[in-house]
């Protein structure tokens, strides 16, 4: 039975005990807040609010790095009835555009930020060109530096169980994201069925690191272990970015029985664990540490799980599942305390309607997929083919949901509705799956969602930003989610239509990536020069097909030709000069093994995500404590650049 009727009244109900929110900001840097503190101080925000015009149904934008902000003004949203906007706070000017596109999208929004964070808004909406988007919302604008005094009460809002709760939007670098409308309803109906599935009780401890902005962070890792009683722990994302052994060591010594990951974070934790020991860790009371967010890697689980094994993490600890934020997060949960279940199939036998085909896992075709278990209470699901008719076990099939917990649309958005919900009420997921043994097991993606380091990226997008640079029109590149023989995981691949030779492909390559990692955040792992992109009939980009082709080996010849070129036009420069310079070399280095990074290489155009910036930054502000921001990795992009900077702020 579901044990509340609104949200407010969870908290309400909760925070009559002993409960709590430990915010782990770092190393002897911990803050536990009662639930009584918490409803309090959202209380107290919400007269803030409310002074400023605020009534229930208006629209807010939660724009905070802080985790502990940012819960204030949520709860104080859902106390007022104001509908609370997550909107990520980020480093690239993605971030930014999208926070100025959905303002637009939601008519008159509140924006609750800080005053630094306003101000680059300020500056990003003149530079783009768009006064009159800012020019609506600043006045608009509560700032958290403002906030003196929380002592007096708001007026809570008569809230329904059927009103929206809050939006979350999707991602999007060009397009108009799509909002994600929840009510009160869909969200306790997913937490019971949550708690349920899993066996959440008071005795458990959780901890995440991922994002408050992320369906995994906010519903699952905070609502969820609110509804169930268990204390939670909360580790900041950029912490985990910089430290991320430190998930690790809390994980050990705050005795967690819940965590969290999808595959970028497996992958991190390795790379940063190496072959170092953990000194006094046990691991042994994890029982759950939910996989999913991203197509599920069983290779790296199984890497992960043996890599720890030493510190007591139990291989029945690992606990793949199935979700998406139109679910209110969570669709289908294995048997909690068992081993993962996986399949080995012919990754060609995986089109709609056709009977995917076991293979040994030495099979060159093989491809491994995890189970994800089954519905959960309150969800049903189903799977069909092209037809809309239902295929039998074994086959793959599109995939679509229903039940109290599932989203009745996206935010005044008739078409992508109208795409997504059938006439009988059924909810279009977007994926593919199987069924086997009465378990489910994502295939893929009939959208072309590209899944890179947790976070979803449309291909479309990716490639308007492209589109002004001569070379890179639109229809001149795709833009796929492929996976390479050696890599566990999906990484992000452009295709370049190109029919010249290599040494005057390299510039164009390196623009593209320059492009995608500025303007998106997200690490280009290959470019690939093609001769033709093919393309539907009606001239659709057909992505998948080359995709495909990628994966198979097809382009194997031009890659090691562009690897040749590449390694001829970088790693040949100058030699560092002075001690800063060559700090600054090694720091580099080391986060980009294999780049050939010279000294006048401008970061973005060899590669350098935002989570490549984020490890440069740390390293360097462990050299040089508090000297340089983050931001002015931007806007000195080169060694030389930077270097010149550094020794501006502290001498040579």
């Keep these: 039975m579901i044990k509340y009727q609104t949200l407010p009244d969870m908290l309400d109900e909760r925070a009559r005990g002993d409960g709590a929110i430990v915010y782990l900001e770092g190393e002897g840097a911990e803050k536990t807040l009662k639930l009584t503190d918490l409803r309090r101080r959202a209380l107290g925000i919400l007269f803030h609010l409310q002074r400023i015009g605020a009534k229930p149904g208006d629209h807010l934008i939660l724009h905070v790095a802080s985790n502990e902000q940012f819960i204030d003004a949520y709860w104080a949203c859902l106390y007022g009835g104001i509908v609370p906007v997550p909107v990520a706070v980020g480093i690239s000017d993605e971030h930014k555009h999208k926070l100025l596109r959905i303002a637009r999208q939601l008519g008159q929004p509140y924006l609750y930020t800080d005053r630094k964070l306003r101000d680059r808004l300020a500056t990003y909406a003149a530079t783009l060109g768009e006064p009159d988007t800012w020019s609506a919302l600043e006045p608009r604008t509560f700032l958290i530096d403002a906030l003196d005094d929380i002592a007096r009460a708001g007026a809570r809002a008569d809230l329904d169980p059927d009103q929206t709760a809050f939006i979350q939007f999707s991602s999007g670098s060009t397009s108009e994201p799509k909002g994600v409308v929840l009510s009160h309803r869909n969200i306790l109906t997913n937490a019971e069925g949550a708690t349920q599935a899993a066996g959440f009780s008071e005795q458990d401890?959780?901890?995440?690191?991922?994002?408050?902005?992320h369906d995994?962070?906010?519903?699952?890792f905070h609502l969820m272990m609110m509804y169930a009683g268990v204390r939670q722990h909360l580790m900041p994302t950029d912490l985990f970015v910089r430290r991320a052994l430190l998930w690790l060591k809390w994980s050990s010594a705050k005795r967690v029985t819940i965590t969290c990951s999808p595959n970028f974070g497996y992958r991190h934790c390795?790379?940063?664990?190496?072959?170092?020991?953990?000194?006094?860790?046990d691991l042994s009371s994890v029982r759950l540490i939910f996989n999913g967010a991203e197509p599920i890697s069983v290779e790296l689980a199984e890497e992960f799980l043996d890599r720890l094994a030493p510190y007591g993490l139990r291989r029945t600890?690992?606990?793949?599942v199935y979700g998406l934020a139109e679910a209110s997060l969570a669709v289908s949960f294995p048997p909690p305390g068992t081993l993962y279940r996986c399949i080995t199939v012919d990754r060609r036998s995986?089109?709609?309607?056709?009977?995917?085909?076991?293979?040994?896992?030495?099979?060159p075709t093989a491809l491994k997929l995890m189970s994800e278990g089954k519905p959960i209470p309150y969800t049903r699901v189903k799977l069909l083919d092209d037809a809309g008719v239902a295929v039998p076990a074994g086959t793959v099939g599109h995939l679509l949901m229903q039940g109290d917990n599932v989203t009745r649309g996206y935010f005044q958005n008739l078409a992508a509705n109208a795409a997504a919900v059938t006439a009988d009420g059924w909810l279009r997921t977007g994926d593919l799956a199987l069924e086997h043994e009465g378990n489910l097991y994502v295939t893929g993606r009939s959208k072309e969602i590209i899944f890179v380091n947790g976070q979803n990226y449309y291909p479309h997008d990716l490639e308007s930003v492209l589109q002004t640079e001569p070379g890179l029109e639109l229809g001149k590149v795709a833009a796929a989610g492929a996976r390479a023989a050696e890599s566990p995981t999906d990484e992000l691949v452009l295709f370049v239509l190109h029919r010249s030779d290599m040494t005057s492909f390299i510039p164009l390559a390196t623009k593209a990536m320059h492009l995608i990692n500025e303007h998106a955040g997200v690490e280009v792992a290959r470019v690939v020069p093609v001769k033709r992109i093919p393309k539907t009939t009606s001239g659709k980009l057909q992505r998948n097909a080359l995709a495909k082709s990628y994966e198979e080996g097809e382009f194997a010849a031009e890659l090691a030709e562009f690897d040749q070129a590449w390694a001829a036009l970088h790693g040949q420069g100058r030699a560092a000069k002075g001690r800063v310079e060559a700090q600054l070399k090694a720091i580099v280095d080391d986060a980009m093994p294999g780049k050939h990074v010279?000294?006048?290489?401008?970061?973005?155009d060899v590669g350098a995500s935002s989570l490549t910036l984020i490890q440069i930054h740390e390293k360097i502000d462990e050299a040089y404590p508090?000297?340089?921001?983050?931001?002015?990795?931007?806007?000195?992009?080169t060694i030389s650049m930077l270097a010149k900077r550094l020794?501006?702020?502290?001498?040579?």
């Design 216 to 220: 995994m962070g906010l519903i699952g």
């Design 350 to 363: 995986l089109g709609v309607g056709s009977s995917a085909r076991h293979v040994d896992a030495a099979d």
């Design 647 to 652: 020794e501006g702020k502290v001498g040579s």
């Design 598 to 604: 010279d000294i006048d290489d401008n970061l973005f």
């Design 626 to 637: 508090g000297v340089v921001d983050l931001t002015e990795l931007f806007d000195f992009p």
């Design 317 to 320: 600890s690992m606990f793949p």
């Design 205 to 213: 401890i959780s901890l995440s690191w991922m994002p408050l902005t």
């Design 270 to 281: 390795l790379k940063a664990l190496g072959d170092k020991t953990l000194d006094d860790h």
